[in-house]
């Protein structure tokens, strides 16, 4: 089925580990972003992109890094896990933003002890 | 920073009933989209309205926008069990690029 997919779905790390939360998309959008989501909280947005080579900072960046070497992939890496990191991460990408809504991946449960 | 705020922050009626949340925000917008979240799930596009509409319907959805009090409304007819969920709004006044979430109003149908 055409989508997003996230892996992994859940995910326990120790403080100062790192890791990557892989993201891929088979619906040729060029825009991609990475959202966290906090208890009680909507979504805030760490980084986006708006196309293969093209990535820029939302609302909460630090700690995070992204690249975009193809179309369809947009992993996060989380550089040095803390324990502030603990949320689930949402990956998300749209064919125009602005023209239409974005399609959503199922989420990684992150827990940083 | 949270661009749009939810009202109420969770709703509870019966079966058959309708719904109705309301989404603020602060500054201008181009367009502003409702998402629904089920428990533990992704979040799922319902509706896009942009600024130069002021109503719109998909199924028992019904969306509005008010630009000049910055609300929107999502009024959900007939309600049913599974329209159970978390409902968040969303504008694009950080640029069309740069979703900004509110908080969510979570809605429970009762049998």
């Known amino acids: 089925n055409a989508g997003v997919t996230q892996t992994p779905k859940f995910q326990v790390l120790k403080t100062g580990q790192s890791m990557t939360l892989q993201c891929a998309q088979d619906m040729n959008h060029e825009y991609m972003s990475w959202y966290r989501q906090d208890p009680g909280m909507g979504l805030r947005l760490i980084h986006y992109?708006?196309?293969?080579?093209?990535?820029d900072q939302g609302e909460v960046p630090n700690g995070y890094n992204v690249s975009r070497s193809t179309t369809e992939d947009f992993p996060l890496r989380l550089l040095s896990a803390a324990p502030s990191q603990t949320s689930v991460y949402f990956c998300?990408?749209?064919?125009?933003?602005?023209?239409?809504?974005?399609?959503f991946g199922s989420g990684t449960r992150l827990t940083v002890v | 920073s949270q661009q749009g705020e939810e009202d109420p922050q969770a709703l509870s009626i019966q079966e058959g009933e309708n719904a109705t949340m309301n989404c603020s925000y602060k500054?201008?917008?181009?367009?502003l989209q409702w998402y629904r979240q089920n428990s533990g799930r992704g979040l799922v596009h319902l509706i896009l309205?942009?600024?130069?509409?002021r109503e719109k319907h998909s199924g028992r959805l019904r969306v509005t926008l008010d630009t000049s009090k910055k609300s929107s409304s999502l009024l959900i007819t007939a309600s049913r069990a599974a329209d159970t969920a978390s409902y968040f709004c969303a504008t694009d006044a950080g640029g069309a690029q740069k979703l900004v979430f509110g908080q969510g109003t979570r809605l429970t149908i009762n049998p």
């Open positions: 998300a990408s749209t064919r125009t933003p602005g023209s239409y809504g974005y399609t």
């Open positions: 992109s708006v196309g293969a080579g093209i990535t």
């Open positions: 500054t201008s917008i181009n367009n």
């Open positions: 309205i942009r600024s130069n509409e």
